[in-house]
């Protein structure tokens, strides 16, 4: 228990009362009065030596306390080092992972770009994809015109071979005829040539005769 200022301003009073009181009585009275001065004092004197052995226990309580705050400011002051050096180790930390950001930016960037030229190469492509389709179509439309107008090149082709082999056959048979003709106009030919002599001779020996007879 601590000694507070009431009890000790309490105690101040009632020896004030005392010395007041042992001036207005007898010496019996004051007699009376100094035992119970006496009296009040020890009584005083009790509460100033429990008051002391409470200030004592707290002096003893304030110095553990004292320690302890000494312990903790030490300990804080650990923590506050550590703090400071988990600090410096954050901030290298976070410079590092700032970098990575930095880099994973820049990386970033160049391969949206390489997305983006992708995408428009990939959009080319189907273009292309899709023109060339329709050109299949049109070849393939074609072809098949190419192909029916092949049929009927062989078809033809066919008719002209046909043609061909009949008028091959007429030609020998023309050549035939011509060698023939020409054989036959040899012969006419001979035999013109006789008759013409023969004429001649009969027309000589007419007009011989016809002289005799004159």
């Known amino acids: 228990m601590k000694f507070t200022k009431l009890q000790l301003g309490t105690c101040l009073l009632i020896v004030a009362f005392a010395v007041q009181a042992s001036a207005k009585t007898n010496v019996q009275e ?33 110095q553990k306390a004292i320690k302890g705050l000494q312990v903790q400011r030490a300990s804080l002051y650990k923590q506050q080092a550590e703090t400071t050096k988990g600090k410096a180790g954050i901030e290298s930390v976070k410079k ?13 960037t160049t391969e949206q770009k390489q997305i983006a030229d992708l995408e428009k190469t990939l959009a080319q492509l189907k273009a ?19 192909d029916a107008e092949m049929a009927a090149w062989s078809d033809k082709n066919q008719s002209i071979t046909d043609l061909d082999k009949d008028l091959t056959a007429k030609e020998k048979q023309a050549v035939a005829d011509q060698a023939a003709l020409r054989a036959r106009k ?11 002599k023969q004429v001649r001779v009969s027309e000589r020996q007419h007009d011989n005769f016809s002289k005799i007879k004159d």
Request: charged fraction near 30%; proline fraction near 0%.
């Open 186 to 196: 040899v012969s006419y030919q001979e035999e013109v040539t006789k008759w013409k």
């Open 128 to 146: 292309n994809t899709t023109t060339r389709e329709q050109n299949i179509v049109e070849y393939q439309t074609k072809l098949t015109n190419i």
């Open 30 to 62: 004051k007699v009376g009065q100094l035992k119970e001065n006496t009296q009040n004092s020890k009584s005083n004197l009790k509460q100033y030596e429990d008051n002391l052995k409470i200030v004592d226990e707290n002096l003893v309580e304030n």
């Open 96 to 108: 590092q992972l700032t970098g990575y950001i930095a880099n994973e930016q820049r990386a970033l």
